[in-house]
């Protein structure tokens, strides 16, 4: 009888290094029985092939009353917060996505350019005449907030809440589960807060654009989603390509002289590093086989883009950062539930970036003991801080 390998732990050492443990993942199978950080039992798919099929498979539910069991493992938040993208299906996502695609769409994306691009300049204006500064904390962290809180029409003084209400909810402490209901409900008070205030006295914000054409769930969860995954993923993406630059002097030479892009340094970083980790799990509907594996309904399945972004048999050379490759990663999902705000992150990481660099053309890393320091969250692939000279 053939022997049933065990379980992987998706907490300790497999957070301390990601991808090594994706990568010992991947020669023995595109699919693996997992135990989430609360002890729920999931699926991991780790195959480029497969995430991607799976991803785009309509029997793979986002609506968790299709889940076998109830839980955390990433399928906790209260009834208040759930009436959104990543808990839908058709027809409900459908009529959702539409007015997200509406809102994110390239010709409003590249109306915001002036905003993003004012935004980061007053962030380095602030930086004139230091000698060094943290890209997380003095531009990635701000620049992100600023601009998805002035989307929605959140005033400046309320933003540091949604800041921590964010950070808790994206590194959950395993022994004080209190402190993420407390986020939660406190962003749930204040976003329910904000849109009565909207209804009141509409604003030229998509918040207010939203009001009237969605029912009070399903506002208040969009705007919960909209701010929580543009937060952070942009956060990750911004530090993470100034790291991928200033530990490649030979890219960041040729991005300054011309011979590389921004996007393609851009998408080479989504690959190589993408700010999630996982998509969001999925529920079979029926029995399903993935990758030789059958999985049966309801149970939790975990697609990781990150293992699939290295798989070998799909990037040679996978741990390298090489811009130009010419495969599609995986960092913004695939199918129907690819991120709407895509184009938004990657607009704000070209603009930060692009002027950080012209703005301080001698920056480098600083030296930082044990670095760099990434976030311990299976949500979130983005570092806690990067200190670098001016």
């Known amino acids: 009888m053939p022997h049933r390998a065990e379980a992987v732990r998706l907490d300790g050492a497999f957070l301390a290094d990601p991808h090594a443990a994706c990568a010992a993942l991947r020669r023995r199978g595109p699919v693996h029985r997992a135990v989430a950080p609360d002890g729920a039992p999931v699926r991991l798919v780790t195959g480029y092939a497969e995430v991607r099929a799976a991803a785009a498979d309509p029997r793979l539910s986002l609506d968790k009353r299709h889940a076998a069991s109830r839980g955390g ?11 959104h993208l990543l808990n839908s299906d058709p027809p409900r996502h459908t009529r959702l996505r539409a007015l997200v695609n509406g809102a994110f769409g390239p010709r409003q994306v590249r109306a915001l350019r002036a905003r993003v691009q004012r935004s980061t300049d007053r ?142 340094v851009t998408e080479e970083v989504l690959r190589w590093n993408p700010p999630a980790l996982l998509a969001v799990r999925r529920f079979p509907r029926e029995e399903v086989e993935i990758g030789g594996t059958t999985i049966g309904p309801g149970e939790r399945v975990w697609l990781s883009w990150a293992s699939a972004n290295r798989d070998e048999a799909v990037f040679p050379d996978p741990d390298a950062f090489r811009p130009g490759r ?65």
């Open 123 to 264: 962030l380095l204006d602030g930086l004139d005449g230091h000698r060094s500064a943290d890209v997380v904390a003095d531009l990635a962290t701000p620049l992100s907030m600023t601009v998805i809180c002035e989307l929605l029409g959140v005033p400046a003084a309320d933003r540091p809440d949604f800041a921590a209400w964010t950070d808790t909810l994206l590194c959950p402490a395993a022994d004080a589960p209190a402190r993420s209901r407390e986020a939660m409900r406190g962003m749930h008070a204040y976003l329910t807060a904000l849109v009565a205030r909207r209804r009141a006295a509409p604003d030229d914000d998509l918040l207010s654009g939203l009001i009237g054409a969605l029912p009070e769930d399903e506002l208040i969860a969009m705007a919960f989603l909209l701010l929580f995954a543009g937060y952070h993923n942009t956060i990750g993406l911004i530090a993470t390509t100034v790291l991928a630059l200033l530990s490649h002097p030979d890219e960041l030479a040729a991005l300054r002289a011309g011979r590389l892009t921004l996007p393609q």
């Open 73 to 83: 493992s990433g399928d906790s938040l209260p009834p208040e917060l759930d009436a």
């Open 326 to 390: 010419p495969r599609p990663h995986l960092a913004f999902g695939h199918g129907p539930h690819h991120c709407p705000g895509a184009a938004l992150a990657r607009l704000e990481n070209e603009v930060a970036v692009g002027t950080l660099l012209r703005r301080f053309p001698g920056i480098d890393l600083l030296p930082d003991p044990g670095g760099p320091h990434w976030r311990t969250s299976l949500r979130s692939r983005a570092l806690v801080r990067l200190p670098v000279t001016l």
